[in-house]
């Protein structure tokens, strides 16, 4: 039978380790033993799989199960499904930044293109009217062909 186990590290309460059979949950740390962490898109599938065949189980379990064994299990699940939750919204935030980080990087790039050209036009503007005449006649002859 499944058993919680209250830990009190910071002497509050507040962190559980649920003993399920031969893997050990650690709300604290969102993991189960032998699984990869949550914060990696792996892990929260290898997680969010875990959470499937718990709440499964529990399913198959629960017409034989009483009241207080139930509601153990719920918050069982609910602790786990929190933790996953919470993983899920680290894991959102980090993309968002590194997003952010890539679209900064792309515009500041563009930009150092963009005064590099327009330097360039300036230092050689009949240079650059026949380079730009080329290209122009180069795509005009690709499409006509087509």
């Known amino acids: 039978m499944d058993t919680n186990t209250p830990s009190t590290p ?25 699984t990869k962490p949550p914060g990696t898109s792996a892990g929260m599938r290898s997680q969010l799989t875990s959470l499937k065949a718990d709440l499964d189980a529990l399913v198959n379990r629960a017409p034989g199960m009483s009241d ?43 930009n150092r293109g963009v005064e590099t050209t327009t330097g360039y036009v300036k230092e050689k503007p009949m240079q650059s009217v026949a380079v730009a005449a080329g290209a122009g006649l180069l795509l005009a002859m690709l499409f006509k062909r087509r």
């Open 10 to 34: 910071g002497g509050n309460g507040s962190d559980i380790t649920v003993k399920t059979g031969s893997s050990n949950y650690d709300k604290t740390l969102g993991t189960a033993s032998g």
């Open 68 to 110: 207080d064994e139930l509601a153990a299990e719920h918050a069982k699940l609910m602790a786990k499904y929190s933790s996953l939750r919470f993983a899920a919204k680290g894991l959102a935030t980090q993309a968002t930044q590194q997003f952010s980080v890539g679209v900064e990087n792309a515009s500041r790039q563009f």
